[in-house]
Nanobody, 127 residues
Framework: QLSLSESGGGAVQTGDALTLSCTHS????????MAWFRQTPGKDREMVAT???????????EYYGSAKGRFTIAQDTRKKTFGLHMTSLEPDDTAIYYC?????????????????WGQGTQVTVSA
């Protein structure tokens, strides 16, 4: 059983940057997919970015949709966190952001394959 908890959400203005952090319980040496999702009212929870590590070594990162070129996902193994650094924020980025994790082998799958979730943190971007 893994536990995750987000922090760093808040209210910012268009063009600002913001970094979210997810603190997690130890993953061990297995392959792990860590991900950020976001959700707005009435919409499905969408994948934003993933990072895959094996034995604490970074293997790959992936970005989805409007996150490409603006967001960066990274892990800090010493602090047992992974973060999402967001730049050039827009009102459409307003959402509840969730971190999630799953044990995996080489590939980070879709949302339904993540059994471990944080409680979410609100990001609000005003025009």
């Amino acid at each position: 059983q893994l536990s995750l908890s987000e922090s760093g959400g808040g209210a910012v203005q268009t063009g600002d940057a913001l970094t979210l952090s997810c603190t997690h319980s130890p993953f061990g040496d297995r392959g792990v997919c860590m991900a950020w999702f976001r959700q707005t009212p009435g919409k499905d929870r969408e994948m934003v970015a993933t990072i895959y590590t094996e034995d604490r070594r970074l293997i790959n990162t992936e970005y989805y949709g409007s996150a490409k070129g603006r967001f960066t996902i990274a892990q800090d193994t010493r602090k047992k966190t992974f973060g999402l650094h967001m730049t050039s924020l827009e009102p459409d980025d307003t959402a509840i952001y969730y971190c999630a994790a799953t044990y995996s082998f080489h590939v980070c799958g879709p949302r339904d394959e993540y059994p471990y979730w944080g409680q979410g943190t609100q990001v609000t971007v005003s025009a």
